[in-house]
């Protein structure tokens, strides 16, 4: 008979698999479950590619705890099998000057502010160093070189791996209820009438978070968010340095891209607005007409080399919304024994390195100032969007 771990962490996603890596090095014994293999195709950590920047406006908490995950993806691209994160530096486009308030302007001044030192790009720098961008579009932003991409689906499978070698059990099942004895948790039961029992139980279940927990509703959204791979005529146009990840007056047009996919060869571009609320069991999650219009619109305009270029997969990915875009990492305030870690908020990917740290330290009841900003909070009125968010 296995003896009964002492943590339970239900969601192998990014959220899931760093926090059973870290507890298992802390010695704990974990057993992780997901509804799929990891990476998991529905997960919103399964893709080629994932943003990382440290750029979030006036949020200079935001903006540390992106700097310690940078260095710890340095450090991963070190210790791992291979580099998973690649800077090829950030290009953050404004169609009007930079000015006080915008979210380049803000990033640009909290940069400085920090010691960093972004390259101010305006419409003839932009024609010069990155050629395929219609300059006349936009007059002003930065490029900062600290920060670039990660690809986050193959990051989750070697982490995954890893934390199989250091012992964390895998149950591959879906997880329909939290078990409950006397008011505590007590372990989950599994769609195929199993149970597991454990000390603890961890919900890292991103958008399907408040299907496990419906009282979270109210401070929760499942968010459905449209991502497109184009395959242009010529991909090396769009290869650093004359290409790189950017962002295109991303707070007030939610558009943001990548270079290249050295493997996939496509040029991925999503759009970072509030999307359609998605139920992740029961709703399709299909690319519209629409986002398809908007994208060829908004390619005309800014990337008229790309304007035509064929669609050759599309995806509508979900983030795990909170009311305020903070992450939500936390002991449940009324159950004993259970915890949640989700709330990614569409920019949670970044974190990664970071991220089983911040959990195991919650688990453990370590004092840990950063996770002052992902307690439970159930204020609903405290609602706020993330600073590169478009409201739209
Ligand atoms: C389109 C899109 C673009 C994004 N771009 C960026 C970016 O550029 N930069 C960035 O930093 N972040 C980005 N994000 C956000 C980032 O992807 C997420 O914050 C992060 O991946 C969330 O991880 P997670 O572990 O919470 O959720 P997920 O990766 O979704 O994992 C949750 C896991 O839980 C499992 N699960 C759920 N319920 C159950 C159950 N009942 N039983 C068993 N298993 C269950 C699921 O199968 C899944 O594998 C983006 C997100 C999307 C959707």
Request: with cysteine; aromatic share 10%.
């Amino acid at each position: 008979m296995t003896p009964a771990p002492d943590i339970i962490i239900v969601g192998a996603g990014m959220f899931g698999v760093t926090a059973a890596l870290e507890l298992t090095l802390r010695g704990h014994e974990v057993a992780l479950v997901d509804q799929g293999p990891p990476p998991f195709v529905l997960a919103a950590s399964t893709d080629i590619s994932k943003v990382v920047r440290m750029e979030y406006g006036s949020d200079a908490f935001f903006m540390a705890l992106a700097e310690e995950a940078m260095d710890g993806f340095d450090d991963w691209n070190q210790r791992l099998s291979r580099p998973f994160y690649h800077q090829t530096g950030v290009l953050m486009l404004s169609r009007s000057m930079m000015t006080e308030g915008s979210f380049e302007h803000d990033s640009w001044r909290m940069l400085l502010e920090r010691g960093h030192s972004p390259e101010r790009i305006q419409s003839d720098d932009l024609t010069r160093r990155f050629p395929v961008w219609n300059e006349t579009a936009y007059a002003d932003g930065f490029f900062h070189q600290r920060g670039g991409w990660v690809e986050s689906g193959a990051l989750i499978g070697e982490l995954f791996e890893l934390a199989l070698q250091r012992g964390v059990r895998f149950i591959q099942g879906a997880v329909t209820s939290v078990l409950m004895r006397n008011g505590r948790c007590e372990g989950v039961a599994l769609q195929d009438g199993t149970s597991l029992h454990a000390g603890r139980t961890l919900l890292a279940c991103g958008a399907w978070t408040t299907k496990l927990l419906p009282e979270l509703d109210p401070f929760f959204r499942s968010s459905g968010h449209p991502v497109f791979h184009l395959r242009p005529a010529n991909p090396a146009q769009f290869t650093p340095p004359a290409f790189t990840v950017f962002t295109a007056d991303i707070a007030e047009t939610g558009w943001y891209g990548f270079a290249t996919h050295p493997s996939e060869n496509v040029v991925k571009i999503g759009r970072h607005g509030t999307g359609l609320t998605i139920d992740p069991v029961s709703d399709a999650r299909e690319v519209l007409d629409d986002d398809e219009t908007s994208l060829r619109a908004f390619l005309a305009a800014s990337l008229p080399d790309l304007a035509d270029a064929k669609i050759v997969y599309t995806r509508r990915c979900l983030y795990a919304d909170t009311m305020d875009a903070d992450y939500w990492i936390d002991r449940h305030p009324q159950i004993p024994n259970l915890s949640v870690a989700s709330g990614g908020s569409g920019h949670g990917f970044k974190m990664a390195p970071i991220m089983g740290g911040l959990i195991a330290n919650m688990m453990e009841g370590k004092k840990d100032t950063r996770l002052d900003r992902f307690r439970w909070r159930t204020d609903s009125r405290q609602s706020r969007i993330e600073a590169a968010r478009f409201d739209g």
